[in-house]
């Protein structure tokens, strides 16, 4: 084999490989783009805190009004509005009967777990939902687009060695 059908052979495998890849990345862009769970994530969260809940708490009820998890955007809100005739704390944070009390989230970090008054086990999880970072594009696109590619170079191939022409062996 010379070094010219080396090279032809490299050109054509190679070639569909890579398109592949190319495919398959820019599939996992869009994905990136637009289904990634940080565009979906909420802004603003409302914790309501119903009236009685303080001395349903003290007679030992539990509660399923509030989620013990919460996974927001960065930078996000948890507003607290406290409609129980009590005083209940949520972090470091006291919100008094009647009133309302927003905590923002930071813009960075994994999010935090804050003691709760109000919740059976005594923590409110609040999760921050990111964006993966872009080059975790990449390894999804070469492990999908690699072998999709050299399977499209061998049914391009192998197409190219049938021969369609039968008339042609006949006169031979």
Known sequence: M??????????????WVAAAIVAA??????WWGLLSPAARAPSLQ????????????????????ADNSLVLAPGATVRVVNKDSQQHSIGSFNVPAG???DITLPRTGNGTELSCSIHP????DLGIEKRPPLLSTIIPAILLGA???LLTAVAV???GK????????ATA
């Not at 010379?2 to 070639?15: I, N, V």
């Open 162 to 169: 049938i021969d369609s022409d039968p008339k042609q062996h």
């Open 157 to 159: 191939f192998l197409t």
């Open 99 to 101: 009133e309302t009390l």
């Open 25 to 30: 990345w820019l599939l996992n862009l869009v």
């Open 2 to 15: 010379t070094d010219r059908q080396t090279l032809h052979r490299l050109k054509f495998w190679g070639g």
């Open 46 to 65: 409302v914790l309501e805190i119903p009236a009685g809940t303080g001395a349903a708490l003290e007679k030992g009820a539990t509660f399923s009004f």
């Open 121 to 124: 086990s005594g923590y409110l």
């Open 147 to 149: 072998p999709f590619g």
